[in-house]
């Protein structure tokens, strides 16, 4: 819900996130070979799985950067009412 408090330059920090997730896939990767090469299949598995949710994680940031910026109602638009709660 918007306030109307919101800082008008606000921006996604999706290209950082997008180098994180890099630097992530990078080291699940070299943890899933590395415990692999040394027979710890309980690690490597979990360096697997850790790898997947890093490659979905890097799918959606490189998605929302694709998208470009979404309109973003600017400070003459009054904020949103709360929803009423009561009964009627």
């Known amino acids: 819900m ?3 408090s919101e800082p008008v ?3 996604s920090a999706l290209r950082m996130r997008f180098w994180l997730s890099v630097w992530g ?3 699940a990767i070299f ?3 590395a415990f692999a090469l040394a027979g710890r299949t309980g690690w490597a598995i979990a360096c697997g799985v850790l790898w997947l949710v890093v490659t979905i994680d890097l799918a959606v940031v490189l998605r929302h950067i694709r998208q470009g910026p979404h309109y973003q109602p600017g400070p003459d638009v009054p904020p949103y009412r709360p929803p009423d709660d009561r009964a009627p």
């Open 25 to 27: 896939l990078l080291w």
């Open 9 to 11: 330059t606000a921006r």
């Open 2 to 4: 918007r306030t109307g």
């Open 31 to 33: 943890g899933t070979v």
